[in-house]
Structures are given as C-alpha cells and as structure tokens.
C-alpha cells in the first residue's frame, strides 16, 4: 500500500516537480496552493503519511499552517518538511517550535528529498 504525501506550495510548477519525484518513488500524492487548501486536503483525507510544505504562501503561511496540523488529533503525528526558499535560523526554529521535523532550501535535490520522507515516513 502506497504512503500518502500532502504538498502545500503556492508554486504550481514546484509541486508538479515534486509529484513526478515522489510518485516515481511509489507515493501517492495530494496537492494544495496554501496553508487553507491544506487543512481541507487533511480534512479529506484520513490518512496522510507525510506533508511537505512551503513558509512563504498567501492565505496561511506554511508556519501556521503547521501549527493548525499539529493542533488536530488525527494528523499531529504526521511528519512536516519544510521545503522553502527561506534560510535563515530564526525561521527555521520557528518551523521546529511549530512541529517541522526537516528544512530544507529551494531548489532542492530530489535523491536528498526522497532521502529525507523515506527517513521520516510512517510506516
């Protein structure tokens, strides 16, 4: 059975190339444009392996939305990488004290992504 990961980047060409990463890897795929299309995607959806997510979006920034998945009971557990633009130590402690278990800093490498979810997934 195929893991489930949920992609929340405002960056419809960045969660293409990460889908095409991830489903050639065997993982299913869910995908949305903010923080607020994110909590609806979990909504959905009771069983959501992973979630990568971006700081910088419109509508619900990726911090907050972290903060908002880590408050629901069914997916508090989920493991949370950042995949953003933003390298600074401030924000990065900001995405750990909100539940973010990885960072890591566009563009990313593929093989180091794939490397970080097969670490973090669920099983």
Known sequence: MAKTILIVDDSG?????????LERAGYDVLEAGDGVQGLA?????????????????????GISFVKEVKQHPRHKFAPVIMLTTEGQDAKKEQ??????????VKPFNPPQLLDAVSKLILP
């Open 95 to 104: 995405g750990r004290a909100a539940g973010a278990k990885a960072w890591m």
């Open 13 to 21: 060409s960045l969660r293409t190339v990460v889908r095409m990463t």
């Open 41 to 61: 995607r979990l909504g959905e959806n009771s069983k959501v392996h992973l979630i990568i997510s971006d700081v910088n979006m419109p509508n619900m920034d």
